[in-house]
């Protein structure tokens, strides 16, 4: 079983930035892939990143993709999202998640645990 709590979240300038953090209960964290996704009022949860549990492999969405920064400490049991150059469409509630089973996957049905998110608003 595995707990996770996002922070970090908050409200940020377009072109700004924030770091959120995801902390996660567990001893079996370092063998997790983990994942961030957002959903926005209205739209259905799409994927944000991934970090595969050796941390040697990342993977974007389009979207975000060269502005956000997945990463991981597995000492810490925790997982990093830095976000720069926010847009107003940055904006929803980010989650973030873990697979005990692929590894490394984009897809919101493989990830087994959630956390309750955090918002992230960007204002123009």
């Known amino acids: 079983q595995v707990q996770l709590v996002e922070s970090g979240g908050g409200l940020v300038q377009a072109g700004g930035s924030l770091r959120l953090s995801c902390a996660a209960s567990?001893?079996?964290?370092?063998?997790?892939?983990m994942g961030w996704f957002r959903q926005a009022p209205g739209k259905e949860r799409e994927f944000v990143a991934a970090i595969k549990w050796t941390g040697g492999s990342t993977y974007y969405a389009d979207s975000v993709k060269g502005r956000f920064t997945i990463s991981r400490d597995n000492a810490k049991n925790t997982v990093y999202l830095q976000m720069n150059s926010l847009k107003p469409e940055d904006t929803a509630v980010y989650y973030c998640?873990?697979?005990?089973?692929?590894?490394?996957?984009?897809?919101?049905?493989?990830?087994?645990?959630w956390g309750q998110g955090t918002q992230v608003t960007v204002s123009s």
């Open positions: 998640a873990a697979d005990s089973i692929v590894g490394f996957t984009t897809r919101v049905s493989d990830y087994d645990y």
């Open positions: 567990g001893r079996t964290f370092s063998s997790y892939g």
